[in-house]
């Protein structure tokens, strides 16, 4: 049983498209994440959410949005793909007050 | 800005060696700190946590110097299976989007 999973795993579109990234976990945690890794494989935050708040990295352009429709939900929600936007999306898990996160698989994003 | 700087590498080192590597961190008022494990195109994963008065799991060494801001790890008798790049992980007061900074991670190869 797979503690974090997102959905797809890659994903190939064209620029200008808009395009969705699911995520589930089932650990039953109350904070999710969605980090960027770039072709330099740094790991980069970009937004963490609970049922209280969300906090979004200033750096991340708006054309990204997270959409959580319940606890174990963050989906990552991407309009007007463009080819910078060509890196590894993964989708992390916390319980809220601790450190430790728990990460998906990745979705490989190719932008063309 | 917080960073975490660690060494990219790669470090080659032969199996059964010793190998260390550090980390250093820009905030002093950073809480928790963590060792994480990335493979090749999979995602990362929590090697260690990080305790001020050091910890060690089987070959794995962690140790925490808040004076000098740095973190180290040290693995003995090192397995061709220990190839892969560590992340050095630093979690300031609050956590979430601006809590948790990664460092860019230090290759490891090991070689038979």
């Known amino acids: 049983d797979t503690a974090v999973s997102q959905t797809p795993k890659y994903l190939v579109t064209q620029m200008g498209n808009d395009k969705s990234i699911k995520c589930e976990q089932n650990?039953?945690?109350?904070?999710m994440y969605w980090y960027k890794q770039d072709s330099k494989k740094f790991l980069k935050i970009m937004f963490s959410?609970?049922?209280?708040?969300?906090?979004i990295n200033e750096t991340v352009p708006n054309r990204f949005s997270p959409k959580s429709p319940d606890k174990a939900h963050l989906n990552l929600h991407i309009n007007s793909l463009e080819l910078g936007d060509s890196a590894v999306y993964f989708c992390?898990?916390?319980?809220?007050?601790?450190?430790?996160?728990?990460f998906g698989a990745g979705t490989r994003l190719s932008v063309l | 800005r917080k960073e975490v700087e660690q060494d990219p590498g790669p470090f080659n080192v032969p199996e059964g060696a010793t190998v260390a590597f550090n980390c250093t961190y820009s905030?002093?008022?950073?809480?928790?700190f963590f060792w994480y494990r990335q493979d090749c195109r999979k995602e990362p994963k929590l090697l260690m946590s990080?305790?001020?008065s050091g910890n060690e799991d089987g070959r794995f060494t962690a140790q925490l110097n808040r004076a000098s801001q740095y973190i180290s790890l040290l693995i003995r008798d090192s397995k061709l299976s220990d190839s892969a790049t560590y992340l050095c992980?630093?979690?300031?007061?609050?956590?979430?989007?601006?809590?948790?900074?990664f460092g860019k991670g230090t290759h490891l190869i090991i070689q038979p």
């Open positions: 650990l039953g945690h109350d904070t």
């Open positions: 992980v630093v979690n300031d007061i609050g956590g979430g989007a601006d809590g948790l900074t």
């Open positions: 905030n002093s008022a950073s809480q928790s």
């Open positions: 959410y609970n049922n209280k708040e969300l906090i």
């Open positions: 990080v305790y001020s």
């Open positions: 992390a898990s916390s319980q809220e007050n601790e450190n430790i996160q728990y």
